[in-house]
């Protein structure tokens, strides 16, 4: 990887992952690569064409058509779904569910596994997701599986959507966390685990500054070294 960095950081659904890759950019001055987002904008895409969860002959034959690329500005990713701005559209519980169910597919993988690849070629990355430390990055600088008691990140996810005024009921946003986590660490294809060498950071009782702050001492550690 020359002088440029990656770092790794995996975990269930809403555990905080995209708050901290965010913090760790911005102060380091890496790009930061949400590839939920782009699990997220190809299932938007399935959804569209009108395709079910369940039915991966047509998630496979559909995928070759779908072209997600991914540009900043300012500092923001904009997730791109065959030209079309999506970052509006991909964060919907519809969408949640479909990106889980479509990304146990080998063919949607693959694409987006590649795109991930090349862009940790370009630039250092902080890059979130479920695979990175075990299948995208296997030889990032600094790897973190990122953790929290289910009860805490539904808590968190409600207060988020609360705060943006929308209805919403703290039990189903807590058992949607436990399917979607179920579905993404029993997959065949490159399920949710913490790679061997990732350090564990459980969030439960810990503020998003503190979690930042000690990923941003692992990485200056490696700097170190
Ligand atoms: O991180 P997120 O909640 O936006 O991700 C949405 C879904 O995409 C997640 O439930 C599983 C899938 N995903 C994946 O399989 N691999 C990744 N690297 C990132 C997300």
């Known amino acids: 990887m020359g002088d440029k960095i990656a770092i790794a950081i995996d ?25 939920g987002a782009m699990y997220r904008a190809m299932a938007l895409y399935f959804i569209e064409q009108g395709i ?3 039915d991966q002959d047509r998630i496979s034959a559909a995928a070759p058509d779908v ?9 923001e990713q904009i997730v791109w ?3 079309r701005n999506v970052n509006g559209l991909i964060r919907t519980e519809e969408v949640s569910k479909m990106a889980s169910s479509s990304s146990t597919n080998g ?3 693959k694409k987006l596994v590649e795109l991930q690849q090349a862009l940790a070629r370009k ?4 890059m979130d997701g479920r695979d990175i430390g075990t299948c995208v990055l296997p030889d990032a600088d600094v790897k973190v599986y990122l953790t929290a008691d289910s009860h805490v990140r539904a808590v968190r ?15 189903t946003i807590e058992k949607d966390i436990i399917d979607r986590d179920y579905q993404d660490m029993h997959r065949d294809i490159s399920p ?34």
């Open 52 to 54: 079910g969860a369940r």
């Open 81 to 83: 779904l065959n030209g």
């Open 123 to 126: 630039e250092s990355v902080v």
């Open 192 to 225: 949710l685990r913490q790679a061997e060498d990732a350090v564990l950071l459980d969030s439960s009782a810990m503020t998003a500054e503190e979690v930042a702050q000690a990923v941003i001492e692992l990485c200056d550690r490696v700097r170190e070294e």
């Open 157 to 171: 996810r409600y207060e988020e959507l609360r705060a943006k005024g929308q209805d919403c009921d703290l039990d």
């Open 11 to 35: 975990g269930p659904a809403g555990a905080g992952k995209s708050t901290i890759a965010k913090l760790i950019a911005e102060r380091k001055g890496y790009i930061y690569v949400d590839t």
């Open 107 to 109: 063919a949607v993988r």
């Open 67 to 75: 072209d997600v690329t991914l540009t900043y500005e300012n500092g």
